[in-house]
């Protein structure tokens, strides 16, 4: 059975993660760290895909450690927009910039592990106070997706040109991963929604008053950030990469998360009580009504209610003379905690400054060591032999007419050699579905030829 992290090791790793400060980032202790999240998050998302049983999951809640995970979203968030342009003020062409993707695409690693973890009421339970911090993130996080998506971004294609600046190509993939964790973040807040009863009074006025979520999530709904237009046709964000698609009008998971996050909210009448529906909100909302046409009702039947709500509202218009009852709320404190410490450090730009040897690092033999030791980190061989594994189970599934599939398979044989060792193949790249191979040995033989071409395609 392929495994990222296998069971005698996953009690050290959940142990081992930790609170880090901003100071810390892209240290060696930070690095080894950072390694055991990617596994773990690996290893997490291979227990949901084979149904197994959530070991990953289990241990990082029954160890506390998702509060432990939104501060290290938080610390790599402020190192990305408050450390991370000083850096390029000392120098705007580094050398090396894959030390500083590692450390943007840790955020993305932890997201997608509190995702994973979220979906289960028990998750969101042991998030206690670290809640608010959580529901401060993914608003931020959402509202950068709706930023990106206003100004055309998801519309462009991204192909990078040889010629093109480094620190153009740096702000690229920092981008994409912003539009990744902003949609990731779209399902979190639909969790938190759904389990707001677990949560004491100041999430739900967090979620409704601070950052207003129902209307968040309606921008959201109106500019369909999942779906783009190409020249290829319609692509639509499926498993956090652009997909084509014939069907323009299937619902896929982000869309369908932003539907039942306004739905829980809205439809909740505790919640409703401290909500005011002034003239603002109501026009807002009743924007929804336009959405909610029988294509999405016929796969999401649930929002029948929901369109019954906004419709009943629509008529009765400004309902906005509710008494705001007075609550004292809990503030968060992981962000206000890390810029403290980030003060008594002499400032974001004076931590910029003490890791300039870090990041900017010229020295070649130093950047190729640590660069094998980061590629050692993501697993990349576990990673051909679990698509090879996919690749073998696809083989093995039965033909309808066993003849034509003998026939076939003589032809695939004949048409189709191995990318490395040139003998008949019919086993392919999981990824580019371009290059054959056959076997998992040739395929890892000619990785490091065939990887660049296979990340273009």
Known sequence: ???????????????SIRCFQVRDVGSSKWLEVHEMIIKLSQQAALEVSEHREEEVKEFLISRDKLSVLIHEAYCVNLWKSRVLPHLLEIDPNPQATFLIYTVLYHE??????????????SGCESLQDSVLDLIDYCAQGVAQVIGLVSMGYHEN???????????????????????????????????????????????????LVTH???????????????????NKGMEKFIDEKWTSVEDAAKIIKPEAQAWFCVRQLL?????????????????????????????????LPVLIELKQFVSRLTLSGN???????????????????????????????????????????????????????????????????????????????????????????????????????????????????????????????DWPTHKDTCKAI
């Open 1 to 15: 059975m392929v495994n990222f992290v296998y069971p005698e090791e996953l009690y050290l790793f959940v142990e």
């Open 108 to 121: 993305a690693a932890v997201v997608a592990l509190l995702d994973l973890c979220l979906y289960h009421p």
């Open 157 to 207: 294609e991204t192909k990078v040109d040889v010629d093109e600046a480094v620190l153009t190509e740096l702000e690229r993939q920092k981008r994409d991963l912003i539009y990744k964790i902003g949609l990731r973040c779209v399902s979190l807040l639909n969790y938190l929604a759904d389990n707001v009863s677990l949560f004491h009074l100041g999430a739900a006025r967090r979620l």
């Open 212 to 230: 207003d979520i129902p209307w968040l999530m309606v921008d959201v709904l109106c500019f369909r950030p999942w779906q783009r237009n190409t």
């Open 267 to 299: 439809l909740n009448p505790q919640l409703m009580e401290n909500y005011t529906l002034n003239e603002a909100r109501c026009k807002q909302l009743s924007k929804l009504l336009g959405l909610l046409h029988e294509t999405v009702l016929d796969q």
């Open 319 to 445: 309902t906005a003379n509710k008494k705001q009852s007075l609550i004292l709320e809990d503030l968060p404190q992981i962000q206000k905690e890390l810029i403290k410490e980030v003060e008594r450090e002499g400032g974001f730009y004076q931590i910029a400054q003490s890791q300039d040897g870090i990041f900017l690092n010229n020295n070649r033999e130093e950047i190729c060591a640590l660069a094998t030791k980061l590629t050692n980190a993501y697993g990349t061989e576990v990673l051909c032999e679990l698509e090879q594994h996919l690749a073998d189970l696809e083989l093995q599934k039965p033909e309808a007419k066993p003849e034509d599939s003998n026939v076939a398979n003589g032809e695939d044989e004949k048409l189709h050699k191995c990318g490395s060792c040139q003998k008949a193949a019919k086993k392919k790249c999981a990824n580019c579905k371009q290059v054959h191979y056959c076997s998992r040995e040739c395929q890892l033989k």
